[in-house]
């Protein structure tokens, strides 16, 4: 039969055809269908276009009719997945109709995702890397303009510069904090440090989040982070979170100690005695401002009681978290 060529090319595209239209006239000539065909492929708004549906061709006697569909395709027709299908149909009045894979076949299509792992962040609060010249390092590392941390730390890397061992607007323990500078360029990563006493007590500081100072910054580290038990303190970068009599700073006399474990360099330690050094209480034991040499440090002349009290204060004088006031 010479049309059957035509209905399997409409039922290969999902259409559904009269097929009274499609039987020979009786004189063996073929019907004028031409009007009908392009009427029904013009409503064919959309498709799923078959991977493969096997078959074989025979013969061409009719020119292709080009058919062209938009629509979306894919399991779920809402998920904004579009495509442009567009396809030569072959005709055959002699045979069978191919209808697997049409000869010319151009699939355009937006998968509507793509990878991107974000912009580099470019931050001190971000860790040093390629791009990041200006991230954070461990303690005495430096990020270099390649973006990779050099140094260590060692002695000086950090230095104690303000405490309070003997609080007075608050009950003692929980009303302690000392003060460090950071005298390197690049942000550092407090994670890992320990902190000690005379007494050889030890904590070491961690957490999910890095515990940043500022490059030439100070950071404040509290034993509570309630104002109202710590003497109204600024938001500290550090809360020790200690029970009560566990790593204490003496009244009298005692040491701070900043160490990475035993065994690594010293990076800072102070040894205070009320015999020689500043001792009142209520009052912070303050460096004076600038003082960077290590034996300096050590010699109770260049320290005194903080001369005035902190913005919020319960009464206690010191100056946490930021440069130290002139000694009187």
Not at 222 to 233: C, F, H, I, S, V
Not at 253 to 267: E, V
Not at 278 to 296: C, E, F, H, I, V
Request: with cysteine.
């Amino acid at each position: 039969m010479r049309c059957i060529g035509i209905a399997a090319v409409l039922a290969g595209l999902g259409c559904s055809y009269d097929w009274d239209h499609l039987r020979p006239l009786p004189d063996g000539d073929l019907p004028d269908t031409s009007m009908d065909v392009a009427s029904d492929l013009q409503d064919v708004r959309s498709m799923d276009v078959p991977s493969d549906h096997g078959g074989d061709s025979h013969g061409s006697d009719l020119p292709n009719v080009d058919a062209a569909s938009r629509g979306d395709v894919g399991p779920d027709a809402s998920n904004g997945t579009d495509a442009s299908v567009a396809m030569d149909v072959p005709m055959d009045t002699g045979g069978f109709a191919d209808t697997g894979t049409p000869t010319d076949l151009v699939v355009a299509a937006d998968m509507g995702a793509s990878v991107d792992s974000g912009p580099v962040c470019v931050s001190p609060l971000c860790p040093c890397g390629p791009g990041n010249s200006v991230g954070y390092c461990g303690i005495g590392g430096s990020c270099t303009a390649a973006g990779t941390c050099t140094g260590s730390p060692t002695t000086g890397s950090l230095i104690i510069t303000e405490f309070i061992n003997w609080t007075n607007a608050v009950t003692d323990d929980p009303g302690e904090w000392l003060e460090v500078y950071n005298p390197g360029v690049s942000p550092a990563d407090l994670r890992g440090m320990r902190l000690g006493n005379s007494r050889m007590q030890y904590t070491v500081l961690a957490g999910a989040a890095p515990v940043l100072v500022m490059g030439r910054g100070y950071g404040l580290i509290a034993r509570n982070g309630d104002p109202t038990m710590n003497g109204g303190l600024p938001t500290p970068t550090y809360v020790l979170n200690l029970p009560l009599n566990v790593l204490t700073f003496g009244n009298m006399t005692g040491t701070i100690s900043l160490d990475m474990g035993a065994g690594t360099p010293t990076i800072d330690s102070v040894s205070y005695t009320y015999l020689t050094w500043p001792n009142t209480r209520g009052y912070a034991k303050s460096l004076r401002p600038g003082t960077t040499d290590p034996m300096q440090r050590a010699n109770p002349a260049y320290w005194c009681n903080a001369p005035m009290q902190w913005p919020g204060s319960l009464g206690d004088y010191g100056s946490p978290g930021v440069v130290n006031p002139p000694c009187p």
